[in-house]
């Protein structure tokens, strides 16, 4: 059931007419990425929260609930323009990066009187992102209510040969600082390639990530997909090419087998992965 204030209500039975405008908020699974768009002609503004006009032109389906523990689903079409970034780069390159995984999405309905002041809001859905599709022009994004949640499997800590744990998180109980390298940025980069200095074996950064210290993109951080002795391959994009020069720290990932633990992080003691359990098509 959908709640809102008394004086909003009363508003509604006074008044035979009134503007309608759809507002639509993504906030990105890094938690300070908050993205605000709506279907009017103008911005909206409702209390501290702005609503673009200018972003993404957005279509939804109809709002799909059910009676139980069904989940509820909300399908979206994006389709951006050329000047629509998202994370310094294209909306539609974010989007097949996976920048909108696990995203909360809201959609909420604005009121506004003849003079487009804000007489009322209604929060029409609440979920999170479950799956995305991209075309050449559009972003498919279908959203699911938190219900989705409880096909997690239980108990939480399952049997795999893979470690359960995040890296560098406190049950990992590895010290990012201790496995930072701090290198510089060398001639033919790009802005999915970075040329460097660093010469750790092959696969030693891979699935870490990079987070650049000086120049024009200080602060910005990238995930690597893969690394070679004195190159980096980037997951996504820059939003521009690094110049030469600039310095960036590179962290270590983690493919959560034992070796690996063992051998590149000492860690062993901290692995909770089961390796030894037979494979369900070998086991006698």
């Not at 809001?121 to 050449?136: D, K, M, N």
């Not at 690996?260 to 369900?280: D, S, W």
């Amino acid at each position: 059931m959908k709640s809102a204030p008394d004086s909003f209500k009363e508003y509604l039975q006074a008044n035979n007419t009134f503007i309608m405008a759809d507002l639509y908020e993504f906030r990105l699974k890094d938690a300070t990425t908050i993205l605000r768009y709506t279907t009017a002609d103008i911005n909206i503004t409702v209390g501290s929260r702005c609503y673009l006009a200018s972003g993404p032109l957005i279509s939804r389906s109809n709002i799909r609930m059910v009676l139980g523990v069904e989940t509820d689903t909300l399908n979206l079409e994006v389709v951006p323009r050329p000047t629509d970034t998202l994370l310094g780069i294209t909306w539609l390159q974010a989007a097949v990066a996976g920048a909108l995984d696990g995203a909360d999405v809201t959609l909420s309905r604005a009121f506004l009187d003849d003079s487009l002041n804000i007489v009322g809001e209604v929060v029409l859905f609440f979920g999170q992102v479950a799956e995305i599709q991209s075309t050449r022009s559009s972003v498919k994004v279908t959203v699911n209510s938190p219900l989705f949640l409880l096909n997690i499997k239980m108990p939480r800590r399952v049997w795999q040969a893979g470690c359960l744990h995040t890296l560098y998180s406190a049950d990992c109980g590895v010290n990012r600082a201790t496995k930072a390298v701090t290198a510089t940025v060398g001639l033919g980069s790009s802005d999915t390639l970075l040329r460097c200095g660093l010469s750790n074996p092959k696969e030693y950064f891979s699935q870490g990530y990079v987070e650049f210290i000086s120049g024009d993109l200080s602060g910005v951080r990238r995930t690597v997909r893969s690394y070679t002795p004195g190159s980096l391959n980037l997951l996504v994009p820059l939003p521009s090419i690094p110049v030469a020069g600039a310095t960036f720290t590179a962290y270590p990932g983690c493919d959560k087998t034992m070796a690996t633990c063992a051998a590149k992080f000492g860690n062993l003691p901290h692995f909770l992965g089961f390796p030894f359990i037979p494979e369900a098509e070998r086991a006698i």
